[in-house]
């Protein structure tokens, strides 16, 4: 399975973007997806996960971001609103074959090369 983020840019604080997860080398209908991301000097962290029993969020994004997928284009989608300065990060989008996963990375067996996401003040 190979993925590609894709979507990343440069924008203002309150704009919003969505990010786009395509896999290829399967079909992921019945994968658990997530988002994770790391900003500059600090850990990877969790932003979002979808997986069999629904979607679940970082408190830091929940009610702003929505994690989202079309089977039929085997693509995740991170729709980001209301951005801030502190979303400034590169974004992962991961995979789990058996349908579910959560916050860890651990968690998650596939994952794709990142894209930036800077948001200015």
């Known amino acids: 399975v190979q993925l590609q983020a894709s979507g990343g840019g440069l924008v203002q604080a309150g704009d919003s973007l969505r990010l786009s997860c395509a896999a290829s080398?399967?079909?992921?209908?019945?994968?658990?997806l997530g988002w994770f991301r790391q900003a500059p000097g600090r850990e990877p962290e969790f932003v979002a996960t979808?997986?069999?029993?629904?979607?679940r969020y970082a408190d830091s994004v929940r009610g702003r971001f929505t994690i989202s997928r079309d089977s039929a284009k085997n693509t995740v989608y991170l729709q980001m609103n209301r951005l801030k300065p502190e979303d400034t990060a590169v974004y992962y989008c991961?995979?789990?074959?058996?349908?579910?996963?959560?916050?860890?990375?651990?968690?998650?067996?596939?994952w794709g090369q990142g894209t930036l996401v800077t948001v200015s003040s």
């Open positions: 991961a995979a789990n074959p058996t349908g579910w996963a959560d916050r860890r990375s651990s968690e998650y067996d596939y």
């Open positions: 080398g399967h079909t992921f209908n019945n994968y658990a």
């Open positions: 979808i997986t069999w029993d629904g979607d």
